[in-house]
């Protein structure tokens, strides 16, 4: 193939990293005037392409209304954006030819591309540039593992409700036009205000914040981009940090997995925490975001966060019980997905999260639109982390912020945190034997104040008896949840044992949603076995 058909065709290159140039410093490329240019007129087209879909109903009507748009007039407009586009590539791939800068790395580029899985050793020269990520090649495929087709993955059912359509035909039938409303609000609308960071306009004005944060993982932390090419045929953009081969890092041996929120990217989100902590660190980007292909709905999801604990375990090399998930607001789905698959990881610690989204919801739409928001939640945006988080054996940590102003159906009330529902619904998964009315009603009057676990006393706990009898009960019963505890206690028993084991559960931090973790709050889970924190120092 020759050379202009080449860099025609070639994807856009941003930086070159310090490590090829002689003064370490990283540049930025600078494209020649025929590049910059032709770079020009497809970024105009982009937006233009990307507000006229946004914005197709009203554009749609004008045209209607715009009696003198022939066919004639529309062919014509056709053809002088097609012509557009074709200058637009010659005088990129033009300007690309010329500047052996470009050659250079496209020469790099088309050596990786050509084997079908690039060595880490072929990998390395490439790394070295920042490009369009469409064109880097796939690190890894979830069937690369021979014995992930056989692994038996475990899902949540869907709530029953109006979801279920149950009823007669007739009754079925006049549901189909809310049904209907509800996908198509939710395609057009509706994933855009669960997962905002998936516009790409918001992408396109924080791209050099983007690049930055990738800059500084790459070079201040030894970062490894990746491409994982997960079940759906979506491409998952992550990011590796490994330290088990440095000895200052005590902690290097377990792998953190970040799972964002929102508009959370790996580039600028939760990695910095564990990162700061000691910790190995792999941020990946949900579908749709940053260099991840598709859209966040949860099938995605759950094939994304699964081909990153399929890339950890058989490539990176991690076992899985040197790993510890980390979820964040939304991520709280994706990480107690993981959790729920790979039981047998270290611990899950949950940031901010929420029980069920549904309350959110609703609570952030307009009264008349609730049928419409339950159905569109109910039938594609189920994000239910409290469900999987039941079905999860392991060590967790819930987190509540007590300023948060997101994750809560009213901030002026702790006791409307959602994280509170969250913790309720492990408790009720774990120690159901605890949960009489009377317990209940004084945990929740023990969460409606901040800072409580510290001051178990004031509520009459004694923190050595309780950790004594739970001690008694696993050597009797084994660690297999659900425990039977409390089944012989009385209702004053039950409610200390209640509150102290919430205590072990829930972290108070006083913050808003927004604010990064700091490295103190962030501790391993507690083991109800040795009756311990593992804290960062």
């Known amino acids: 193939m020759s050379l202009p058909w ?44 990307y507000v006229g879909m946004f914005t ?127 996908y198509i609000l939710t395609s057009s609308l509706g994933k855009y205000l669960m997962y905002p960071g998936c516009i790409q306009l918001l992408q396109l004005a924080i791209d050099n914040l983007l690049s930055q944060g990738r800059e500084k993982l790459v070079k201040d932390f030894g ?40 508009a959370g990217f790996y580039e600028l989100g939760l990695m910095t925490t564990p990162l700061e902590a000691g910790y190995s660190v792999i941020g990946w980007n949900h579908p749709g975001f940053g260099g991840s292909t598709g859209s966040p709905y949860p099938s995605q999801e759950q094939n994304a966060v699964d081909a990153v604990m399929q890339f950890a375990i058989h490539s990176a090399g991690f076992r899985e019980e040197d790993i510890l998930i980390y979820g964040w607001s939304i991520g709280g789905y994706s990480s107690t997905w993981a959790a729920m698959n790979y039981p047998q990881i270290s611990g899950l610690i949950l940031d901010a999260t929420f029980n069920h989204v549904l309350p959110l919801a609703v609570n952030r739409m307009p009264g008349c639109l609730n ?41 002026t009330q702790l006791r409307c945190n959602c994280g509170n529902d969250l913790m309720l619904r492990l408790i009720k998964s774990r120690y159901p034997g605890l949960l009489c009315p009377q317990a209940t009603e004084v945990l929740w009057q023990w969460l409606a104040e901040p800072f409580q676990g510290s001051n178990l006393t004031e509520w009459g706990v004694d923190g050595d008896l309780c950790s004594s009898l739970l001690s008694s009960y696993i050597a009797q019963h084994g660690e297999s949840y659900p425990y039977t505890i409390g089944e012989d206690m009385s209702i004053d028993e039950k409610t200390k044992m209640l509150l102290y084991l919430s205590s072990k559960y829930l972290v108070d931090v006083p913050s808003g949603h927004n604010n990064p973790l700091e490295k103190h709050f962030f501790w391993r889970p507690w083991r109800p076995l040795t009756d311990s924190y593992i804290q960062v120092d």
């Open 6 to 49: 080449r860099c025609l065709m070639g994807p856009r290159l941003y930086k070159i990293y310090g490590s090829l140039l002689q003064n370490g410093e990283s540049e930025v490329y600078v494209p020649n005037i025929l590049e910059r240019f032709g770079n020009k007129i497809f970024q105009v087209i982009y937006v233009v392409q």
């Open 56 to 182: 197709s109903p009203i554009l749609a009507l004008s045209f209607y209304r715009w009696e003198s748009l022939s066919l004639n007039s529309a062919i014509r407009l056709g053809t002088g954006l097609g012509l557009l586009v074709v200058v637009a590539l010659v005088l990129r791939g033009a300007g690309r030819c010329f500047n052996p800068t470009y050659t250079t790395f496209l020469g790099i580029l088309e050596e990786a591309q050509r084997l079908p899985r690039p060595s880490p050793k072929a990998m390395e020269p490439l790394r070295q540039y920042e490009f369009d990520f469409a064109a880097w090649p796939v690190n890894f495929k979830w069937s690369d593992v021979s014995a992930d087709d056989n692994k038996a993955r475990v899902y949540v059912e869907r709530a029953g409700g109006v979801a279920d359509m149950h009823g007669n035909i007739f009754s079925r039938t006049l549901q189909l036009p809310t049904r209907l409303v509800a």
């Open 223 to 262: 970062g490894k981009r990746n491409k994982l090419l997960a079940r759906d045929g979506n491409t998952i953009d992550t990011m590796l940090v490994d330290r088990r081969a440095k000895g200052q890092y005590p902690n290097g041996r377990t792998l953190v997995v970040c799972c964002e929120g929102n």
């Open 371 to 411: 049928s419409i928001v339950t159905l569109a939640v109910s039938n594609h945006l189920n994000l239910n982390p409290g469900d999987q988080l039941a079905r999860y054996p392991g060590p967790v940590t819930i987190v509540r912020r007590t300023q948060d102003e997101i994750i809560t159906t009213d901030e």
